[in-house]
């Protein structure tokens, strides 16, 4: 049986969600041998960010490209790449790149990653952007996918047309084992502590600045709390200075970016995840995966979706409610409940990356049967 040749199309390979994504999909993909899988990468091999991808026995192609270059070289080397393929998914937006992978005559997948508007830039050129990728989606893209409900509606709103629209979740590869103890040893003021905490790039809208509003509000009346966040951004300043304006360093700590962050994840007894308007909300499904309570906002776009179906009641409506919500968790003594726990193992494996892959290659199927 000949395998479907897959080539995935992405900017970089940075730190976030839409990297783990792919680094997950990649080797669940691996392994079906009906699949042939490639990346080709828009950035130089010698300035990748986050270099885990190099080290999947997956083909990388690289060639540097900006979002309007006008290299005509580099765009007839991608055409030369895409057209040994059976079909291109692309995981960024650049216009003349869709242009060039359309043009190739293979069908084009264009992967949702991205649906929002609040606290993201909001200029002129961004909705002329949004405009043009709305129209590119429709008339270059034999098939969409989005990571969830929330994204494929905040497009169609936007004007999206394509009849292969569909919905497939993003996948995690779960591991097995976690060990919380280098926590302890990094943060020795965390044991016996009540740990609240979150796992995030610390940009504008991820909220954390709500997350410790929040966690100040029920800081005296909780001693036995204290907040830990797992990351880095260009927030993280500001973020320290909002610490530092509260008085509350000695009871919120910053970790930096972390590698091994399901230990991190492993250590919390609350994870709170207060962005708005996320498409998916990866790591919310990594920690229920640990047994974890999940809390998240009610704006919180895919992230809500998620644990509107296990957990509703873990959804707040602003800052004072997830402050009550916070104190709640404190005072629930079945909050680490082995049930609780398992009912929560159980929903996330829904998400598991094996389960997900299974869905791509039916996807990528019927668009190859009706190219």
Known sequence: MQKLKILHVVHDFLFGGIESYLYYLVQAQLQNPS?????????????????????????????????????????????????DYDLAQLHIFKPLLLRTLAQSGIPVIFTVHTAGAIRRKQSYYHKIKARLQVWQMNNHCKGIINNSTYSKQYWVDKGLQTTYNKVIYNGVHFIQTADSSLVFEHFPACRGKFIIGTSSRFISWKRVDLLIRSFAKISTDCPEAILLLVGDGPEREELERLVEALNLTDRIYFTGYQKNVRAYQKAMDVCVFPSVSEPFGLVAIECLHLGKPVLVMQDGGGLTELIEQIEPQL??????????????????????????QQKRRDYAENFNILKIEKQYYTFYQSLVNHA
């Open 35 to 83: 699949l042939e899988v490639a990346i080709l990468c828009c950035q130089a091999e010698n300035k990748i960010a986050n270099r885990r991808m190099l080290d999947l026995d997956v083909k990388i192609y690289f060639q540097v490209l900006k979002p309007f270059d006008l290299h005509i070289s580099r765009y007839q080397n991608i055409h030369n790449i895409v057209k």
């Open 315 to 340: 959804i707040a409506k602003d800052e004072e409610h997830l402050s009550e919500l916070l104190r709640l968790q404190l005072n629930n003594s079945a909050v680490n409940d082995p049930s609780l």
